[in-house]
């Protein structure tokens, strides 16, 4: 990470943050002020443990310095607005002891100084604050009068994100910091060399996306979303010709894009995204890349429209079931099973070829080109196990065609050069399927599609998720069936080949001439197979896996 940065991270203090003049300005289209009272009181909560345990982790802060002494917040607002309104909180109280003349003059001297180290100078014919941090354009006003006049606007019009602000300032202020100014001023003292950030400084954009995406990768959750708005805002913004009007419903339009998608789907959906329209990129390339989409206002205007249209289709794509469909035409229902399947798999790379598709293929072949990446996904990814990396490149060829109308059909696809050499031929698929195992005590969800699938494809139209996964030789056997099967007992639990499905699971521990009575009765049609043996031993399995495997081929076949 340090080659992309300009300094190492350094863990400093609130007070060590704000010394020498540094001023912090949150970009103009970073994200609004958000906290709730759960965070006030979670950080209250903690910061009344600093009289026992000296110091309280507040994480990351990622800043970007644009002069000596200035640097724009990337990541960390939240926690540096609320840190400072608690302070401005303090100071509240002690000019309301100045108010009151009690120790007035010390008083007045405790609050100059306050003022001068967190909050800054003010001017000395307005009395308006020339703050140390600046917010961005949907709170920076109402921030700024707190600032000057130590009092939160309770006036009629307020934004939701400055009734936050407001609500914090009131939260805060009720709280106890000490009944005297030399007592609130000690508590200050306190709070500011107790809390401590990890301050990480990059040079530009770029690197803050790298740093972003690294964190991310190590657990530590910066909001990618706010970055690459500040961004792409910036960029229409350059000419300063966009009115205020027109800006708002960019930022709804974003706000719309990441409520939709929520914070933990947006970077695949970004990346997905870019997928269609440019070469495929690494992770670290990937912003890179995103900047050279959106390099002039036009540009990025175009996509920003991209993202407004496809967030919706890509959230779709995770939820299958979603109220959006109801809004579709009804021809693409059947495509919600496959896209079911691939959502329980947790394979997302089709995504970037149906999102292309979805404005450019009719219903009817929209559904099928989901059925032939789904039918792909089970041979490829599920039971063949291959690694994703090709796929992932050629997937993104196959996107860029389809955006481009180069493929304009399912069957261009499917017929293309790039599915092909990614199918796994039957013979393949085949002898995988004949002894493949999943663990049927993390997985039952998984297996029961996939057996419901085959029923399907033997004409039993089975709801996999009404259905119950029977293990034909107990998954924990007992010595009867220890007897009766024999040799191989011990490595065939979670061979698919002792799985069937029914639809209530009564059977337990019985013994193979009981389930088979059962079995018969069922119309599972794996179930009625399965009770044409005589016996349940290794040999046995092994054959109806291997009947079983064809029946696989069949079922996830395109031709």
Known sequence: MNNFMSMEPTNQTFQELFSNGVKYIVPRFQRDYAWTQEQWEDLWADIETLNEEHYHYMGYIVLQRKEQHSFEVIDGQQRLVTSTLIILTAMKKIQDLIDDDKDAENNKERLKELNSRFIGAKDIVSLKVSSKLSLNRNNNHFYKNICSKLVAPN???????????????????????????SEIAAFVEQLTSGIIFTKIVVQDDLNAYKVFETLNARGVQL????LLKNYIFSVITSKDDVPDEELNDLDEDWSAIVSQLGENNFTDFIRYHHNFQKKLVTK???????????????????????????????????SPFDDWWASQNEDYRPARHDLEGLNLFNIKQPFTILMAAFSRFSS???????RYLFALSIRYNVICRYSPNDQERLYNQIAIKVFKNEYKRASHVKNGEEYQSLYPNDDTFKNSFEFHKMPSKQSSKKIRFLLSEIEHQLGNKSDFAKTTLEHICPYNPEQNWRKDFGKGINDISDRLGNMILLEKDELKRA???????TYLKTPFRLAKKVAEYDSWDLKSLNDYQEWLSKQAVKTWRVN
């Open 155 to 181: 006036s009629r019009g307020l934004t939701a994100t400055n009734k936050l602000l407001r609500k914090c300032f009131d939260f805060f202020n009720k709280k106890k910091m000490g009944a005297a100014g």
């Open 223 to 226: 909001s990618t979303p706010d």
């Open 284 to 318: 670290k390339e990937l912003f890179k890349s995103i900047r050279q989409l959106a390099d002039t206002p036009e540009s990025s205007y175009n996509y920003l429209n991209s993202l407004t249209e496809c967030a919706p289709v890509y959230a779709s794509l995770l």
């Open 364 to 370: 009817d072949e929209f559904i099928k080109l989901t």
């Open 511 to 517: 013994d193979f001439n009981t389930k088979k009575e």
